[in-house]
């Protein structure tokens, strides 16, 4: 199971981003997936979730990040509107998954509730 994300750049404040992942592999079904962020010198934080029928939102982004999911190619889009200089991180695509590997040969094994991380894609706003 891979996750590939896109979308990270440059702009100016007052700006507007769209971030992207697709999970790829042997995926039986996705639970959640999310976008994670690191600012430098700051730890990890959450930013936005998505499941099958909700979706949660860091105080901080409420009302200017929309995230959305499209099932059927197992992606994540972020769109990030009105972007200020501290939404500036590292931004991490992050999925929830059950998958199978049948990479062995034999009867394949199924995972369930497994966690991948995409690499992170930077997202740089100039004041």
């Known amino acids: 199971v891979q996750l590939q994300a896109s979308g990270g750049g440059l702009v100016q404040a007052g700006g507007s981003l769209r971030l992207s992942c697709a999970a790829s592999g042997t995926i039986i079904s996705i639970n959640g997936m999310g976008w994670y962020r690191q600012a430098p010198g700051k730890e990890r934080e959450l930013v936005a979730i998505i499941t099958t029928d909700s979706t949660m939102y860091a105080d901080s982004v409420k009302g200017q990040f929309t995230i959305s999911r499209d099932n059927a190619k197992n992606t994540v889009t972020l769109q990030m509107n009105s972007l200020k200089a501290e939404d500036t991180a590292v931004y991490y695509c992050?999925?929830?998954?059950?998958?199978?590997?049948?990479?062995?040969?034999?009867?394949?094994?199924?995972?369930?509730?497994?966690?991948?991380w995409g690499k992170g894609t930077q997202v740089t706003v100039s004041s």
């Open positions: 992050n999925a929830n998954l059950n998958y199978y590997d049948d990479s062995t040969g034999m009867r394949p094994e199924r995972y369930y509730g497994m966690d991948y």
